[in-house]
Protein backbone atom coordinates (compact mmCIF):
# COMPACT_ATOMS: atom_id res chain seq x y z
CA UNK A 1 0.00 0.00 0.00
CA UNK A 2 3.02 2.64 1.01
CA UNK A 3 4.40 1.47 -2.69
CA UNK A 4 1.29 2.19 -4.40
CA UNK A 5 0.64 5.77 -2.35
CA UNK A 6 3.88 6.54 -3.69
CA UNK A 7 3.80 5.81 -7.48
CA UNK A 8 0.62 7.64 -7.64
CA UNK A 9 1.75 10.46 -5.61
CA UNK A 10 4.58 11.11 -7.98
CA UNK A 11 2.69 10.82 -10.94
CA UNK A 12 0.11 12.84 -9.31
CA UNK A 13 2.25 15.39 -8.85
CA UNK A 14 3.73 15.57 -11.89
CA UNK A 15 0.81 15.56 -13.59
CA UNK A 16 -0.02 18.59 -11.47
CA UNK A 17 2.66 20.89 -11.93
CA UNK A 18 2.63 20.07 -15.83
CA UNK A 19 -0.89 20.98 -15.77
CA UNK A 20 -0.74 24.32 -13.88
CA UNK A 21 2.03 25.27 -15.86
CA UNK A 22 -0.05 24.93 -19.04
CA UNK A 23 -2.85 26.92 -17.36
CA UNK A 24 -0.92 29.70 -16.27
CA UNK A 25 0.57 29.86 -19.86
CA UNK A 26 -2.86 30.43 -21.24
CA UNK A 27 -4.01 33.89 -18.62
CA UNK A 28 -0.57 35.08 -19.88
CA UNK A 29 -1.74 35.19 -23.53
CA UNK A 30 -2.71 37.95 -25.17
CA UNK A 31 -4.58 37.71 -28.20
CA UNK A 32 -2.90 40.46 -31.25
CA UNK A 33 -5.67 41.84 -33.13
CA UNK A 34 -4.95 41.02 -37.16
CA UNK A 35 -4.11 43.38 -39.93
CA UNK A 36 -3.31 42.66 -43.42
CA UNK A 37 -0.93 44.72 -44.72
CA UNK A 38 -0.83 43.14 -47.82
CA UNK A 39 -1.38 39.79 -49.46
CA UNK A 40 1.68 38.08 -50.49
CA UNK A 41 1.70 35.34 -53.61
CA UNK A 42 1.06 31.96 -52.43
CA UNK A 43 1.06 28.47 -54.10
CA UNK A 44 -1.29 26.00 -52.03
CA UNK A 45 0.05 22.25 -52.72
CA UNK A 46 -2.72 19.32 -52.60
CA UNK A 47 -1.18 15.65 -52.84
CA UNK A 48 -3.65 13.24 -52.90
CA UNK A 49 -3.81 9.33 -53.08
CA UNK A 50 -7.24 7.64 -53.46
CA UNK A 51 -9.03 10.67 -52.46
CA UNK A 52 -12.09 9.96 -54.71
CA UNK A 53 -14.47 10.99 -51.45
CA UNK A 54 -12.94 14.25 -50.45
CA UNK A 55 -10.66 15.81 -52.60
CA UNK A 56 -13.65 17.42 -55.11
CA UNK A 57 -14.74 19.43 -52.09
CA UNK A 58 -11.52 20.13 -50.87
CA UNK A 59 -10.10 21.75 -54.19
CA UNK A 60 -13.31 23.75 -53.99
CA UNK A 61 -13.17 25.10 -50.86
CA UNK A 62 -9.35 26.30 -51.27
CA UNK A 63 -10.68 27.88 -54.74
CA UNK A 64 -12.96 29.47 -52.70
CA UNK A 65 -10.49 31.26 -50.64
CA UNK A 66 -10.91 34.89 -49.62
CA UNK A 67 -8.18 35.65 -51.58
CA UNK A 68 -6.93 37.71 -54.30
CA UNK A 69 -7.15 35.31 -57.41
CA UNK A 70 -4.40 36.38 -59.10
CA UNK A 71 -1.47 35.87 -56.23
CA UNK A 72 -3.06 31.93 -55.86
CA UNK A 73 -1.36 29.17 -56.88
CA UNK A 74 -3.08 26.10 -56.24
CA UNK A 75 -1.76 22.71 -57.52
CA UNK A 76 -3.30 19.17 -57.04
CA UNK A 77 -0.44 16.58 -57.36
CA UNK A 78 -2.17 12.88 -57.92
CA UNK A 79 0.43 10.52 -56.16
CA UNK A 80 -0.25 7.14 -58.40
CA UNK A 81 -4.03 7.30 -57.01
CA UNK A 82 -4.95 3.43 -57.65
CA UNK A 83 -9.04 4.91 -57.40
CA UNK A 84 -10.97 7.82 -59.41
CA UNK A 85 -9.01 10.64 -57.63
CA UNK A 86 -7.22 11.66 -61.11
CA UNK A 87 -10.64 11.20 -63.34
CA UNK A 88 -11.74 13.46 -60.68
CA UNK A 89 -9.09 15.99 -60.62
CA UNK A 90 -8.77 16.07 -64.71
CA UNK A 91 -12.60 17.05 -64.71
CA UNK A 92 -12.23 19.61 -62.16
CA UNK A 93 -9.19 21.39 -63.44
CA UNK A 94 -10.98 21.66 -66.96
CA UNK A 95 -13.78 23.82 -64.82
CA UNK A 96 -11.31 25.65 -62.86
CA UNK A 97 -8.30 27.44 -62.40
CA UNK A 98 -6.08 25.54 -60.90
CA UNK A 99 -2.78 23.43 -62.20
CA UNK A 100 -2.73 19.45 -62.27
CA UNK A 101 0.38 17.00 -62.13
CA UNK A 102 -0.27 13.54 -62.47
CA UNK A 103 3.19 11.13 -61.17
CA UNK A 104 3.59 7.66 -59.82
CA UNK A 105 3.40 6.65 -56.23
CA UNK A 106 6.58 7.79 -54.24
CA UNK A 107 4.84 9.00 -51.32
CA UNK A 108 3.44 12.90 -49.91
CA UNK A 109 6.72 14.23 -49.13
CA UNK A 110 7.87 13.60 -53.05
CA UNK A 111 4.81 14.85 -54.25
CA UNK A 112 4.88 18.44 -52.35
CA UNK A 113 8.99 18.95 -52.71
CA UNK A 114 8.04 18.51 -56.94
CA UNK A 115 6.07 21.90 -56.42
CA UNK A 116 8.68 23.23 -54.04
CA UNK A 117 11.23 22.90 -56.60
CA UNK A 118 9.80 24.91 -58.35
CA UNK A 119 7.89 27.19 -56.71
CA UNK A 120 8.49 31.14 -56.80
CA UNK A 121 5.81 33.03 -54.62
CA UNK A 122 6.54 34.03 -51.30
CA UNK A 123 4.89 31.48 -49.66
CA UNK A 124 3.94 27.69 -49.72
CA UNK A 125 0.98 25.99 -48.55
CA UNK A 126 0.44 22.30 -48.03
CA UNK A 127 -3.71 21.06 -47.75
CA UNK A 128 -4.16 17.36 -47.10
CA UNK A 129 -6.56 16.30 -49.91
CA UNK A 130 -9.13 14.84 -47.10
CA UNK A 131 -9.03 18.44 -45.70
CA UNK A 132 -11.55 21.53 -46.34
CA UNK A 133 -10.53 25.26 -45.39
CA UNK A 134 -13.28 28.36 -44.17
CA UNK A 135 -12.97 31.21 -46.89
CA UNK A 136 -11.07 33.19 -44.34
CA UNK A 137 -8.81 30.52 -42.93
CA UNK A 138 -5.56 31.79 -45.27
CA UNK A 139 -5.61 35.55 -44.84
CA UNK A 140 -6.17 35.33 -40.65
CA UNK A 141 -2.88 33.52 -41.07
CA UNK A 142 -1.00 36.56 -42.98
CA UNK A 143 -0.01 38.90 -40.25
CA UNK A 144 2.48 36.03 -38.35
CA UNK A 145 4.72 36.56 -41.48
CA UNK A 146 5.43 39.81 -40.59
CA UNK A 147 8.03 38.58 -37.64
CA UNK A 148 11.06 37.32 -39.99
CA UNK A 149 11.57 34.61 -37.44
CA UNK A 150 8.25 32.75 -38.21
CA UNK A 151 9.07 30.25 -41.03
CA UNK A 152 5.49 28.71 -40.91
CA UNK A 153 1.90 28.98 -39.62
CA UNK A 154 -0.68 26.50 -38.97
CA UNK A 155 -4.75 26.72 -38.21
CA UNK A 156 -7.37 25.22 -35.81
CA UNK A 157 -8.35 22.10 -36.96
CA UNK A 158 -11.51 20.71 -36.36
CA UNK A 159 -13.18 17.06 -37.03
CA UNK A 160 -15.88 17.04 -39.63
CA UNK A 161 -19.02 15.40 -38.71
CA UNK A 162 -17.83 12.92 -35.68
CA UNK A 163 -20.17 10.27 -35.83
CA UNK A 164 -18.90 7.17 -34.15
CA UNK A 165 -17.52 7.01 -30.50
CA UNK A 166 -14.03 7.02 -32.07
CA UNK A 167 -14.67 10.51 -34.19
CA UNK A 168 -16.10 11.68 -31.17
CA UNK A 169 -13.56 11.07 -29.21
CA UNK A 170 -10.85 12.37 -31.72
CA UNK A 171 -12.84 15.85 -31.58
CA UNK A 172 -12.59 16.47 -28.36
CA UNK A 173 -9.08 15.41 -28.72
CA UNK A 174 -8.87 18.28 -31.49
CA UNK A 175 -9.82 20.49 -29.80
CA UNK A 176 -7.41 20.26 -27.02
CA UNK A 177 -4.60 20.24 -29.22
CA UNK A 178 -5.49 23.61 -30.47
CA UNK A 179 -5.51 25.01 -27.12
CA UNK A 180 -1.83 23.30 -26.28
CA UNK A 181 -0.51 24.33 -29.49
CA UNK A 182 -1.72 27.93 -28.79
CA UNK A 183 0.65 27.66 -25.29
CA UNK A 184 3.40 26.06 -26.83
CA UNK A 185 3.19 29.03 -29.50
CA UNK A 186 3.41 31.51 -26.66
CA UNK A 187 6.09 29.82 -25.27
CA UNK A 188 7.97 29.43 -28.87
CA UNK A 189 8.19 26.01 -28.28
CA UNK A 190 5.48 24.74 -31.15
CA UNK A 191 7.41 22.15 -33.27
CA UNK A 192 4.70 20.81 -35.82
CA UNK A 193 2.65 21.88 -39.06
CA UNK A 194 -0.20 19.29 -39.50
CA UNK A 195 -1.38 18.75 -43.46
CA UNK A 196 -4.06 20.75 -42.73
CA UNK A 197 -3.10 23.76 -44.31
CA UNK A 198 0.28 24.58 -43.03
CA UNK A 199 1.62 27.92 -44.61
CA UNK A 200 4.97 28.02 -44.61
CA UNK A 201 7.74 30.93 -46.20
CA UNK A 202 8.99 29.28 -49.07
CA UNK A 203 12.63 30.36 -49.13
CA UNK A 204 13.24 29.26 -45.49
CA UNK A 205 11.83 25.64 -46.54
CA UNK A 206 13.57 25.53 -49.86
CA UNK A 207 17.06 26.50 -47.54
CA UNK A 208 16.22 24.13 -44.86
CA UNK A 209 16.04 21.21 -47.81
CA UNK A 210 12.33 20.84 -48.17
CA UNK A 211 10.51 17.92 -47.08
CA UNK A 212 12.05 14.46 -45.52
CA UNK A 213 11.32 11.25 -48.47
CA UNK A 214 11.85 8.77 -46.11
CA UNK A 215 10.53 9.72 -42.59
CA UNK A 216 6.79 8.63 -41.87
CA UNK A 217 5.78 11.75 -40.74
CA UNK A 218 7.31 14.82 -43.04
CA UNK A 219 4.76 17.14 -41.04
CA UNK A 220 6.74 16.73 -37.79
CA UNK A 221 9.85 16.03 -38.96
CA UNK A 222 9.98 19.35 -41.00
CA UNK A 223 8.61 21.45 -38.09
CA UNK A 224 11.58 20.19 -35.82
CA UNK A 225 14.12 20.99 -38.54
CA UNK A 226 12.89 24.49 -38.79
CA UNK A 227 13.59 24.74 -35.11
CA UNK A 228 17.03 23.16 -35.26
CA UNK A 229 17.60 25.91 -37.89
CA UNK A 230 16.48 28.48 -35.32
CA UNK A 231 13.39 29.76 -37.10
CA UNK A 232 9.77 30.15 -35.26
CA UNK A 233 6.74 28.44 -35.56
CA UNK A 234 3.10 30.39 -34.87
CA UNK A 235 -0.77 28.87 -34.83
CA UNK A 236 -3.73 30.98 -35.94
CA UNK A 237 -6.42 30.15 -33.74
CA UNK A 238 -9.20 32.01 -35.48
CA UNK A 239 -8.02 30.52 -39.04
CA UNK A 240 -10.29 27.31 -38.71
CA UNK A 241 -9.73 24.01 -41.22
CA UNK A 242 -11.52 20.74 -40.84
CA UNK A 243 -10.47 17.18 -41.28
CA UNK A 244 -11.74 13.78 -41.72
CA UNK A 245 -10.48 11.56 -38.90
CA UNK A 246 -9.98 7.22 -38.63
CA UNK A 247 -13.53 5.73 -37.64
CA UNK A 248 -12.18 2.08 -36.47
CA UNK A 249 -9.74 1.03 -34.42
CA UNK A 250 -7.86 -0.44 -37.16
CA UNK A 251 -7.31 3.10 -38.65
CA UNK A 252 -6.56 4.60 -36.10
CA UNK A 253 -4.15 2.18 -35.04
CA UNK A 254 -2.26 2.32 -37.89
CA UNK A 255 -2.50 6.34 -38.39
CA UNK A 256 -1.42 7.16 -34.12
CA UNK A 257 1.35 4.23 -34.65
CA UNK A 258 2.45 5.82 -37.30
CA UNK A 259 2.42 9.17 -36.22
CA UNK A 260 4.03 8.34 -33.32
CA UNK A 261 6.93 6.26 -34.67
CA UNK A 262 7.65 9.42 -36.57
CA UNK A 263 7.74 11.54 -33.03
CA UNK A 264 10.46 8.85 -31.98
CA UNK A 265 12.26 9.27 -34.92
CA UNK A 266 12.27 13.15 -35.40
CA UNK A 267 13.34 13.37 -31.91
CA UNK A 268 16.30 10.89 -32.04
CA UNK A 269 16.80 12.48 -35.08
CA UNK A 270 17.48 15.86 -33.70
CA UNK A 271 18.76 14.34 -30.16
CA UNK A 272 21.15 17.27 -30.22
CA UNK A 273 18.51 20.21 -29.40
CA UNK A 274 17.73 18.03 -25.95
CA UNK A 275 18.42 20.26 -22.93
CA UNK A 276 20.73 22.49 -25.11
CA UNK A 277 20.99 26.36 -23.98
CA UNK A 278 20.69 27.52 -27.89
CA UNK A 279 17.33 26.32 -28.02
CA UNK A 280 15.74 27.85 -25.25
CA UNK A 281 12.53 26.87 -23.81
CA UNK A 282 12.01 23.74 -26.32
CA UNK A 283 15.47 22.48 -25.12
CA UNK A 284 14.58 22.22 -21.51
CA UNK A 285 10.46 22.31 -21.07
CA UNK A 286 8.78 21.20 -24.26
CA UNK A 287 11.57 18.06 -25.50
CA UNK A 288 11.26 16.89 -21.53
CA UNK A 289 7.91 16.94 -20.88
CA UNK A 290 7.04 15.04 -24.75
CA UNK A 291 9.24 12.23 -23.37
CA UNK A 292 7.89 12.53 -19.33
CA UNK A 293 4.41 12.54 -20.54
CA UNK A 294 4.75 9.67 -22.78
CA UNK A 295 6.20 7.70 -19.80
CA UNK A 296 3.77 9.06 -17.27
CA UNK A 297 0.32 8.00 -19.38
CA UNK A 298 2.07 4.23 -19.76
CA UNK A 299 2.86 4.10 -16.22
CA UNK A 300 -0.63 5.41 -14.91
CA UNK A 301 -2.31 3.38 -17.59
CA UNK A 302 -0.55 0.10 -16.66
CA UNK A 303 -0.39 1.04 -12.92
CA UNK A 304 -4.34 1.14 -13.03
CA UNK A 305 -4.89 -1.77 -15.34
CA UNK A 306 -2.54 -4.01 -13.07
CA UNK A 307 -4.46 -2.55 -10.18
CA UNK A 308 -8.15 -3.66 -12.10
CA UNK A 309 -6.85 -6.96 -13.07
CA UNK A 310 -6.13 -7.91 -9.44
CA UNK A 311 -9.07 -6.81 -8.13
CA UNK A 312 -10.64 -8.51 -10.86
CA UNK A 313 -8.96 -11.78 -9.72
CA UNK A 314 -9.51 -11.13 -5.94
CA UNK A 315 -13.41 -11.42 -7.10
CA UNK A 316 -13.47 -14.47 -8.86
CA UNK A 317 -10.92 -15.90 -6.39
CA UNK A 318 -13.08 -15.32 -3.14
CA UNK A 319 -16.63 -15.69 -5.75
CA UNK A 320 -15.04 -19.46 -6.36
CA UNK A 321 -14.08 -20.18 -2.84
CA UNK A 322 -17.73 -18.12 -0.60
CA UNK A 323 -20.98 -18.86 -1.11
CA UNK A 324 -22.91 -16.16 -2.64
CA UNK A 325 -20.01 -14.06 -2.60
CA UNK A 326 -20.24 -12.42 -6.71
CA UNK A 327 -23.92 -11.37 -6.27
CA UNK A 328 -23.54 -10.13 -2.88
CA UNK A 329 -20.83 -7.81 -4.42
CA UNK A 330 -21.96 -7.30 -7.68
CA UNK A 331 -25.26 -6.71 -7.21
CA UNK A 332 -25.61 -4.54 -3.66
CA UNK A 333 -26.39 -1.14 -3.67
CA UNK A 334 -23.37 0.55 -2.34
CA UNK A 335 -24.12 3.87 -0.58
CA UNK A 336 -22.28 7.19 -1.70
CA UNK A 337 -20.86 7.39 2.37
CA UNK A 338 -19.72 3.94 2.08
CA UNK A 339 -17.50 4.65 -1.54
CA UNK A 340 -16.23 7.89 0.32
CA UNK A 341 -14.90 5.89 3.58
CA UNK A 342 -13.79 2.92 1.87
CA UNK A 343 -11.24 4.83 -0.22
CA UNK A 344 -7.65 5.60 0.87
CA UNK A 345 -7.88 9.63 1.10
CA UNK A 346 -4.08 9.67 1.21
CA UNK A 347 -4.39 8.26 -2.88
CA UNK A 348 -7.36 9.39 -4.10
CA UNK A 349 -7.14 13.52 -3.00
CA UNK A 350 -4.35 13.77 -5.36
CA UNK A 351 -6.12 12.03 -8.08
CA UNK A 352 -9.24 14.33 -7.69
CA UNK A 353 -7.15 17.24 -7.88
CA UNK A 354 -5.88 15.96 -11.06
CA UNK A 355 -9.25 14.86 -12.32
CA UNK A 356 -10.71 18.54 -11.32
CA UNK A 357 -8.01 19.91 -13.42
CA UNK A 358 -8.36 17.77 -17.02
CA UNK A 359 -11.89 18.84 -16.16
CA UNK A 360 -11.16 22.44 -16.42
CA UNK A 361 -8.51 22.09 -19.26
CA UNK A 362 -11.16 20.43 -21.06
CA UNK A 363 -13.86 23.14 -20.81
CA UNK A 364 -11.18 25.77 -21.70
CA UNK A 365 -10.55 23.90 -24.09
CA UNK A 366 -13.82 24.26 -25.61
CA UNK A 367 -13.80 27.90 -24.56
CA UNK A 368 -10.60 28.58 -26.55
CA UNK A 369 -11.91 27.84 -29.87
CA UNK A 370 -15.66 28.68 -28.66
CA UNK A 371 -17.57 25.41 -29.47
CA UNK A 372 -20.44 24.04 -26.96
CA UNK A 373 -19.23 20.89 -25.02
CA UNK A 374 -21.29 17.88 -27.11
CA UNK A 375 -21.68 14.31 -26.80
CA UNK A 376 -21.98 14.41 -22.88
CA UNK A 377 -22.18 10.29 -22.67
CA UNK A 378 -18.34 10.28 -24.57
CA UNK A 379 -16.85 12.62 -21.95
CA UNK A 380 -16.27 9.69 -19.68
CA UNK A 381 -14.47 7.53 -22.45
CA UNK A 382 -12.22 10.67 -23.42
CA UNK A 383 -10.85 10.23 -19.75
CA UNK A 384 -10.92 6.85 -19.29
CA UNK A 385 -10.85 4.72 -22.73
CA UNK A 386 -8.65 7.68 -24.53
CA UNK A 387 -5.78 7.33 -22.20
CA UNK A 388 -5.69 3.63 -23.11
CA UNK A 389 -6.04 3.76 -26.43
CA UNK A 390 -2.99 6.19 -26.79
CA UNK A 391 -0.88 4.34 -23.96
CA UNK A 392 -1.53 0.70 -26.69
CA UNK A 393 -0.67 3.42 -29.49
CA UNK A 394 2.66 4.23 -27.73
CA UNK A 395 3.57 0.50 -27.09
CA UNK A 396 2.88 -0.53 -30.32
CA UNK A 397 4.99 2.03 -32.13
CA UNK A 398 7.97 1.27 -29.71
CA UNK A 399 7.58 -2.14 -30.45
CA UNK A 400 7.61 -1.58 -34.15
CA UNK A 401 10.52 1.09 -33.47
CA UNK A 402 12.52 -1.84 -31.23
CA UNK A 403 11.97 -4.38 -34.17
CA UNK A 404 12.66 -2.03 -37.09
CA UNK A 405 9.15 -2.76 -38.41
CA UNK A 406 8.97 -1.57 -42.05
CA UNK A 407 7.58 1.78 -42.53
CA UNK A 408 4.19 2.24 -43.05
CA UNK A 409 2.29 5.32 -44.67
Same mark, same amino acid.
Given at each position: ??????????????????????????? /??????????????????? =?????????????????? /???????????????????????????????????????????KAKALNIVLEKCK???????????????????????????????ATITAIHVIEPKNLYEKLQRMEYLLAIMTRKLMAFINTLSVTPGVLSVYKTK???????????? /????????MRLKFYGYDIEIETSAKTYTYVPNNFKKLWRQRVRWYRGFVESHRKYHKMFLNKKYGRLAYFQMPLNIIGILLLVAAVAFVSYGNIINIYHLIRRSMLIKGFFFSHIFSFIK =???????????????????????? /????????????????????WAFFILLPILTALHWLGAIFEELLKAKKKW
Open positions: MLLTGVIVSIIVFISLYITIVWISFLY /LYEKKPVEIKNYPKITIAI =PAFNEEKAIEKTILTALK /LEYPKNKLNIVVIDDGSTDNTKKIVQSLSKKHNFKFISKKNEGTNLFACLDADSYVEPDSLKRMLHHFDNPKVAILQKVGGFDNET /LTEDFEIA =PKDIILTQNIKIMFPVWIALFLGI /LIFYLAHTEVKEKIKFPFTI
